[in-house]
């Protein structure tokens, strides 16, 4: 939840370099982190103020997603946490996604 | 048809997109059969924004550009015509309004929705330059001119509005003197222990408060405010003086036009007035709830939209009712998060006269009930329990209560199973709600 979209950098610079070295395989992992978990809204509390698009170092209209009450599913998403972080009131959190968890077992 | 929305709130904005929903924007227009046409009118002459967050714009946390949540695109694509005028008068037996400086407009099917207003301090001296208000976007920059580091402001009233005012000013590094009329904040609401919590936290971002306060003259030098006279005859010097001592529901076209009105625009489950033509929704309407018989003023923006919503779906002709949840607000008092759920105070707050912005009556009408309570120091959770539900709940500080809360309450699931644990002493309350929460998901 509190890792900054710098240190998110960092972790796939170590991944790449990892995966460099042949350390493991680089797709498996990279979707794992990208996938295990999205951003959710419970629209009902959100007074779109918009301080979560403001914050958004990829520039996501977070705010559209949490009007439409839709988890923020989108390609360019860090899931780096700075909306769930600054949102005054609770409107976002982190839901996982089991997406890909049949696959890692 | 031709569908007409005075205000362009967010209860304005919800009735168009439900609008929308069933008659979707055509391509061109005047497509004949079922052509519909959607006529917003606002008098605010930034549109639509988001009006709670204001708040945040006053701290410094966001830039105004970013209190838009609409795009001009994004409102294209819903294809209304956008008119900023005001509304002088509704002839109701003419479906026609009559605008300030521009020619008169047609409605078939007309929703009111202008929200409400701060009530004015009545005051000697209120009049002058840099006695502010926070009620629209042009407030809130009126404030920031205003507000200079260094410089010193009185803040005077109750409920979130007021910390709104008292956290923005700080924030902009001035020095705060916060006048109270009685003996704690926000006492209809809070109960003592969470109201000390504010108070304390109010102190240690260095504001000043004074219990029993009442303000009595505004007085001005050279135009501008130069302090305040309290009733107890202490003098304080300001620069400038800003109110929230609550808000009135913007019911003045409504009478004229002889429509139903009580504190707001009386209408029904389906957000219909007397005149079946006419529909009000928002801050301006007080609606009827099936479930307690009673019509209720609510100036929360989630109910705003819900109501908007609905009232759009039955203008359009897709007869809805609509369902009152309780009543929930997140807001920070003074830093703090808190969520208030269902019912958890009652009286009146000497501060505040009626209801105010972020405010429901419903909090306020506590039934009969036991308090479980638990938390002395920055995390705090009080709940209100019922024979066999809980009524409502305080959430101060650790947040991960309050979304279990807010379900738990607005589905009134049954708690027997826990009352009794919940109400013994010393009863580890948050604890013994997460697990009641954690076992019914799993039963579901």
Redesign the interface.
């Known amino acids: 939840m509190n890792l900054t979209t710098r240190n998110f950098f960092l972790d796939c610079t170590t991944i790449y370099y990892m995966e460099f070295l042949g350390i493991f395989k680089r797709d498996a992992d990279k979707h794992t982190v990208l996938a295990s978990g999205q951003v959710t809204p419970d629209s009902a509390r959100c007074v779109q103020c918009g301080i979560c698009t403001y914050n958004c170092p990829v520039g996501i209209d977070v705010r559209a997603h949490a009007w439409r009450g839709e988890p923020v599913i989108h390609s360019q998403c860090l899931t780096c946490g700075e909306c769930v972080a600054r949102c005054p009131r609770g409107v976002l959190r982190f839901e996982q996604t089991d997406l890909f968890a049949k696959g890692r077992e | 048809m031709n569908y007409v929305i005075i205000g362009s709130g ?1 209860a304005g904005i919800a009735a168009i997109e439900a609008i929308r929903s069933i008659y979707p924007s055509p391509f061109g227009r005047g497509q004949g059969e079922g052509d519909v046409e959607i006529t917003l009118i606002g008098d605010d002459p930034h549109g639509f924004y ?4 204001l708040a ?1 714009y006053l701290t410094g ?3 105004d550009k ?4 609409r795009t001009a695109y994004d409102l294209r694509k819903l294809n209304f015509h956008y008119v900023k005028a005001r509304v002088t008068m509704i002839l109701r037996d003419q479906h026609t309004l009559e605008l300030a400086g521009q020619a008169p407009l047609s409605y078939d099917r007309l929703l009111i929705a202008v929200g409400a207003q701060a009530l004015p301090l009545e005051v000697p001296g209120a009049n002058i330059e840099g006695v502010l208000k926070l009620d629209h976007m042009q407030d809130a920059k009126r404030i920031l001119k205003h507000a200079r580091r260094g410089k010193s402001a009185v803040v005077v009233g109750g409920g979130i509005t007021a910390l709104e005012l008292v956290e923005g000013f700080v924030s902009r590094g001035m020095k705060v003197h916060y006048l109270l009329r009685g003996d704690r904040y926000w006492s209809n609401v809070l109960d003592e222990q969470e109201s000390r919590i504010v108070e304390q936290r109010l102190r240690e971002e260095g504001v000043t408060l004074h219990h029993h306060a009442e303000a009595i003259e505004v007085t001005g030098r050279n135009g501008r405010v130069s302090g305040i006279r309290l009733l107890n005859g202490q003098q304080l010097k300001c620069d400038l003086v800003a109110y929230a001592i609550g808000i009135r529901p913007r019911v003045d076209l409504a009478k004229q036009a002889g429509l139903a009105i009580d504190r707001g625009i009386l209408v029904n489950e389906y957000l219909q007035t007397n005149d079946p033509d006419i529909f009000a929704a928002g801050d301006v309407a007080q609606a009827y709830d099936p479930m307690t018989g009673r019509s209720i003023l609510d100036s929360l ?2 109910p705003a939209r819900q109501q908007g919503h609905t009232a759009g779906l039955n203008m359009a002709g897709r007869k809805t009712a609509y369902i009152k ?1 309780p009543p ?1 607000n ?3 008092l003074a830093g703090l ?1 808190t ?1 208030i759920i269902g019912t958890v105070g009652r009286g009146r707050d000497e501060d505040l006269a009626g209801i105010a912005r972020g405010d429901s009556e419903t909090w306020r009408q506590l039934p009969d009930s036991m308090v479980a309570q638990t938390g002395f120091e920055v995390n705090r959770l009080r709940l209100l329990v019922g024979e066999k539900t809980l009524l409502g709940a305080i959430v101060m500080g650790d ?1 991960k209560l ?2 279990p809360l ?1 379900k738990i309450i607005s589905g009134n699931m049954d708690i027997s199973p826990i009352r009794e644990r919940l109400l013994a002493p010393k009863a580890r309350i948050g604890d013994i709600v997460a697990e009641f929460w954690a076992g019914a998901n799993i039963r579901h």
């Open positions: 967010v988001s009006r709670p967050g945040y946390e966001l830039h970013a209190l838009f949540p923006w989630g949840s929930f997140v807001t920070r998060t969520t947040q309050s979304f807010e």
